[in-house]
């Protein structure tokens, strides 16, 4: 079982809907949590970032983590066409990184 | 925020050559970097991980004698291609953690796209 897994998509939605994009984890002891956003040909930029549980908002963007489940979420409210790119999340124990594969998401003007 | 910058952007070389792709931590000191590989539409492979001033540390799989990898200060590290052969391109892309705390993160350059003829 990989540490970190995420459906890569594509997912594509109409502009202003909200997206929510996924990953599970399989390491209870994991508690620190990003989500990296990479348009294409670019490297991928840190967008957001939770420790432990609960929510964190900035904008239009809430990452979400549920220990219990060992999921975390993105949302992102009012989807713009240069939302779309690929979305990464990953997860940290200090010495070693684990990344999702990433979700190809397009936003339809 | 933490800035890392890649040089060149991009490289087109003969199949032979060798290559030099740099990675600068611009406002923090890096004590780790990263180098990753990424083709077409997947996802990244990280390739080798490199503390200042000691050896890197390869994946798997990873040639070490092919891509060479020097950490000489706490802001600047070198990926090496050597010899680089089509089946070298590839998009590469470094990153950079000012700590070894869980709460450390990782800061991406840009990329370099190489394309080996």
């Known amino acids: 079982q990989k540490e970190v897994e995420q459906d890569p998509g594509p997912l594509s939605v109409p502009e202003g809907a909200i997206v929510s994009l996924n990953c599970t984890y399989s390491?209870?002891?994991?508690?620190?949590f990003m989500w990296y956003r990479q348009y294409s040909r670019k490297g991928p930029e840190l967008l957001m970032y939770?420790?432990?549980?609960g929510n964190k908002e900035d904008g239009r963007f809430t990452a979400q983590v549920d220990k219990s489940s060992k999921y975390i979420s993105l949302f992102i409210r009012d989807s713009q066409p240069s939302d779309s790119a690929t979305y990464l999340c990953?997860?940290?124990?200090?010495?070693?990184?684990?990344f999702g594969t990433g979700t190809s998401l397009t936003v339809i003007p | 925020g933490a800035v890392v910058s890649q040089h060149p952007s991009r490289v087109i070389c003969k199949s032979g050559t060798s290559v030099k792709i740099e990675c600068r931590s611009l406002?923090?000191?890096?004590?780790?970097m990263f180098w990753y590989r990424q083709f077409p539409k997947q996802s990244l492979m990280l390739m080798a991980t490199?503390?200042?001033?000691?050896?890197?540390?390869?994946e798997q799989g990873v040639e070490k004698d092919k891509f060479l990898i020097n950490h000489a200060s706490l802001t600047l590290s070198t990926l090496t291609v050597t010899s680089a052969h089509p089946e070298d391109s590839s998009f590469y892309i470094c990153?950079?953690?000012?700590?070894?705390?869980?709460?450390?993160?990782?800061?991406f350059g840009p990329g370099t796209r190489l394309t080996v003829l």
């Open positions: 990953a997860t940290t124990t200090g010495n070693q990184f684990y």
């Open positions: 990153s950079a953690r000012g700590g070894a705390g869980v709460t450390d993160t990782q800061y």
């Open positions: 939770t420790y432990s549980s």
């Open positions: 390491n209870s002891a994991f508690q620190y």
């Open positions: 406002d923090f000191q890096a004590t780790t």
């Open positions: 490199s503390n200042e001033g000691s050896k890197a540390t390869y």
